[in-house]
């Protein structure tokens, strides 16, 4: 299973005035499907890892392979908030 970009809940302008309906558009396009893309190529050689969603892959990033997992981190949602700052 390749990782998708989900679709947007609201139009591109629906932040308008705030945050422009082009930029909008630009940094969902671009900058988040980057982050899918290059989470996808980073799992590739593990078809194992592939099923998993990004919140599996985050949360138990230590069982992720070494020479993958700065990338899964990275391209796949960060460090969970559990483990940065503690439970909520």
């Keep these: 299973m390749n990782h998708t970009l ?12 705030y945050i422009d309906r082009r930029t909008m558009e630009i940094h969902y396009t671009k900058h988040h499907q980057t982050y899918i ?4 190529t980073a799992l590739e050689k593990y078809p194992d890892l592939q099923d998993k969603t ?29 483990r940065s700052s503690g439970p909520c």
């Design 6 to 17: 989900p679709k947007l809940g609201y139009s591109y302008d629906a932040l308008e005035p």
């Design 37 to 40: 893309d290059k989470l996808n």
């Design 54 to 82: 990004a919140e599996e892959l985050i949360s138990r990033l230590d069982e992720v392979p070494a020479d993958i997992r700065t990338a899964v981190r990275n391209h796949g949602g960060g460090t969970p908030i559990t």
